[in-house]
């Protein structure tokens, strides 16, 4: 499979004169980036593959996956896929091989995984030249704001309770230290519960190799 461009703009995640609810931004995402990857796709922290219905039929999904609950639930709705297959493993270390999927989604797991640069380290290797990463995460709030100092506060209770989920992680300086090249980011706020602003990214990545 070979991509050129990446037809669609994440811009067009923005609502005029209103902000998103966090779980309808989430699934306007997948909407408009998913049904654009196709050929072996890796969804990483797969949760409970609430990805893979948006990704056209065409594409084999590899689901990766570490919790033992997910991972059960995954194999089940598998067996009525074609080509979808469940890796149980973290993405700091994929037992997959080296350039063997066209593209990667991370959607809302870099939040949750341990070393961030590790797991970008090994999306880019087994993405193969010209495979695209997209991703879709909430982030850290500004320096120095109220907001990203209550995401500190509350992070060891969510870490420890929501699947290693920290709420003020700063994937977008991640996403500028690893190995791919970023084609396309935006950072949009969601409505949160009790009028909270959360911020997202949403992005696309490729990997380019000179
Ligand atoms: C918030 S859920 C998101 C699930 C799914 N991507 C979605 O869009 O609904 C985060 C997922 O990341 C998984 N996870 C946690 N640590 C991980 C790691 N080190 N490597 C891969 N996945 C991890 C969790 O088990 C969980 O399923």
Same mark, same amino acid.
């Given at each position: 499979?070979?991509?050129?461009?990446?037809?669609?703009?994440?811009?067009?995640?923005?609502?005029?004169?209103?902000?998103?609810?966090?779980?309808?931004?989430?699934?306007?995402?997948?909407? #408009?980036?998913?049904?654009?990857?196709?050929?072996?796709?890796?969804?990483?922290?797969?949760?409970?593959?609430?990805?893979?219905?948006?990704?056209?039929?065409?594409?084999?999904?590899?689901?990766?996956?570490?919790?033992?609950?997910?991972?059960?639930? #995954?194999?089940?709705?598998?067996?009525?896929?074609?080509?979808?297959?469940?890796?149980?493993?973290?993405?700091?270390?994929?037992? #997959?091989?080296?350039?063997?999927?066209?593209?990667?989604?991370?959607?809302?797991?870099?939040?949750?995984?341990?070393?961030?640069?590790?797991?970008?380290?090994?999306?880019?290797?087994?993405?193969?030249?010209?495979?695209?990463?997209?991703?879709?995460?909430?982030?850290?709030?500004?320096?120095?704001?109220?907001?990203?100092?209550?995401?500190? #506060?509350?992070?060891?209770?969510?870490?420890?309770?929501?699947?290693?989920?920290?709420?003020?992680?700063?994937?977008?300086?991640?996403?500028?230290?690893?190995?791919?090249?970023?084609?396309?980011?935006?950072?949009?706020?969601?409505?949160?519960?009790?009028?909270?602003?959360?911020?997202?990214?949403?992005?696309?990545?490729?990997?380019?190799?000179?």
């Amino acid at each position: 499979m070979t991509y050129t461009a990446y037809s669609p703009s994440l811009s067009s995640l923005w609502t005029p004169g209103g902000r998103p609810g966090v779980m309808d931004l989430r699934s306007r995402w997948r909407r #408009l980036v998913l049904p654009a990857l196709d050929g072996e796709v890796l969804d990483v922290g797969a949760g409970e593959g609430r990805s893979t219905g948006s990704l056209p039929g065409s594409a084999r999904v590899t689901s990766l996956e570490p919790h033992p609950g997910s991972v059960r639930r #995954l194999r089940r709705s598998a067996k009525g896929r074609r080509g979808a297959r469940v890796v149980q493993a973290r993405a700091e270390a994929m037992p #997959l091989p080296d350039r063997s999927m066209d593209a990667a989604i991370c959607c809302v797991t870099l939040c949750s995984v341990d070393d961030q640069d590790r797991a970008l380290a090994e999306i880019h290797r087994v993405l193969r030249p010209g495979g695209r990463l997209v991703v879709f995460e909430h982030v850290a709030g500004p320096k120095g704001t109220w907001l990203r100092a209550g995401q500190k #506060l509350v992070a060891p209770f969510s870490r420890a309770t929501d699947r290693g989920c920290h709420p003020a992680r700063d994937t977008e300086a991640a996403l500028d230290r690893s190995a791919l090249r970023i084609e396309q980011l935006v950072r949009i706020d969601a409505a949160g519960p009790w009028g909270l602003r959360i911020p997202h990214l949403a992005a696309v990545l490729g990997r380019v190799d000179r």
